[in-house]
């Protein structure tokens, strides 16, 4: 016996590095973190305070697989709020964070063998679910010619596709999707009978950037989201799908089989997290500074080539001049001087040996420091 072929998908590189930078810790105590890809800060006090309610009042236990009725009405009225849109809360699906949201949304959609194409560089385990899932995944590699970000010509040019799933802001790249970009992608890929699977985990992560939502022009698109990222609420594990009419059936079924629900006393915290916005909007007041310390160094240091940073928390970088493979360089740099950050490989297997990802959710001082650090190795020759 043996294990199957589907588990044999690519390791989580990332998860190396913050072993050794845990190493590290422990051993030399400096290190500073900028290989995480979450925020820094605890879930939000009224998420706190709604779950530590929950927990004195509430049993606690399954919830309706699609989730608590109340948090799926106050999810569906974001699109109203943000986007002057309707969305029916029948069509919200609350899950166990986007990653459980995007295997639902993958399980509906498609099936064994259906060509989905996804932007190289992208967000690593979509790779991976969608290669265990036994979709065939077709990569579009995206650069600096157009953003790194997909246009319509490369979706045609990886046609016949039944599938494209975006992300914006997207991770590892931090670049945004705009409006004309987002209709163009959505209407040619109703042209063409192609399901667009939306991650917007991202979302108010943005630096004056134009956001908008998959929803704003497909009806159709699946929206995948999350409390991780701008509620700040990782470790609770919740997230929410949005769908189309027709695949809420097919998804409520697949949850209850697959996960029962979201943890309940998750539920309720991300109910309580919408009463957080000047909390959260300061953590994303001091994204922005550090956005700009770690462009603005990362430029000093002769680092020129980065995606347009304008939203999440990341910086890619090209760091191809300096003629050391990323994997390597990030162990030097962990190794000599303390800073931790992700090599390319895990987003971008074609040319992540180029690239590194800076993830600066970390404080402010933190970010300071490891800049000046990184400056002073580039200064002493290497
Ligand atoms: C682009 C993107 N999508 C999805 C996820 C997974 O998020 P969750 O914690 O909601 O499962 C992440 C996590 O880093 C991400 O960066």
């Keep these: 016996m043996s294990p199957s072929q589907r588990s044999g998908i690519s390791p989580f590189f990332v998860m190396e590095v913050m072993k050794a930078a845990a190493r590290r810790q422990e051993l030399v105590g400096d290190v500073l973190h ?18 530590a309610s929950a927990m004195s009042g509430d049993r606690l236990g399954y919830t309706e697989a699609t989730g608590l009725p109340s948090l799926r009405e106050r999810i569906a009225r974001l699109y109203t709020d943000r986007h002057g849109i309707d969305v029916d809360a029948g069509r919200v699906v609350v899950t166990v964070g986007a990653s459980g949201g995007f295997t639902l ?11 989905v194409a996804m932007t190289e560089p992208g967000y690593a385990a979509y790779r991976n679910i969608m290669m265990a899932l036994g979709l065939e995944v077709v990569p579009i590699p995206v650069g600096a010619a157009t953003g790194f970000n997909p246009t319509v010509d490369h979706v045609r040019s990886a046609l016949p596709l039944s599938g494209l799933v975006i992300a914006s802001p997207s991770n590892p790249t931090g670049t945004v999707i705009g409006g004309e970009l987002m209709a163009s992608l959505t209407a040619f890929c109703r042209e063409q009978g192609i399901r ?5 985990i991202y979302h108010r992560i943005t630096f004056g ?31 929410w799908l949005v769908a189309p009419d027709d695949l809420v059936a097919p998804i409520e079924r697949l949850a209850q089989n697959l ?39 990362l430029k000093g240091m002769g680092f020129d080539r980065l995606a347009p940073a304008d939203g999440a928390f990341y910086v890619w970088a090209d760091v191809g001049d300096l003629g050391i493979d990323s994997q390597i360089l990030c162990r030097r ?44 190795w580039m200064a002493s020759g290497r």
Excluded at 34 to 51: H, I, K, R
Excluded at 196 to 200: F, I, L, Q, W
Excluded at 222 to 230: D, H
């Design 34 to 51: 900028l290989e995480v890809g979450q925020p820094s800060t605890p879930a939000p006090a009224a998420a706190l305070a709604a779950a």
């Design 105 to 115: 949304a993958m399980l509906a959609c498609f099936d064994a063998g259906d060509r």
């Design 196 to 200: 667009v699977v939306s991650d917007e």
């Design 209 to 239: 950037a134009e956001e908008v939502s998959a929803l704003d022009y497909e009806a159709e698109a699946v929206v995948v989201q999350s409390f991780s990222k701008y509620q700040s609420m990782t470790g609770w594990r919740v997230g």
């Design 259 to 297: 996960f029962i629900s979201a943890p309940a006393i998750s539920q309720h915290a991300a109910l309580g997290s919408f009463d957080a916005v000047a909390e959260l909007d300061d953590h994303v007041a001091r994204y922005r500074v550090n956005r700009d310390l770690v462009v603005e160094g």
């Design 333 to 376: 740099w962990l190794e000599e001087t303390g800073v931790a950050v992700t090599p390319g490989i895990d987003f971008d297997p074609a040319s992540g040996g180029r690239f590194v990802r800076f993830s600066y959710s970390e404080s402010t001082a933190d970010i300071a420091e490891a800049v000046r650090r990184l400056e002073r």
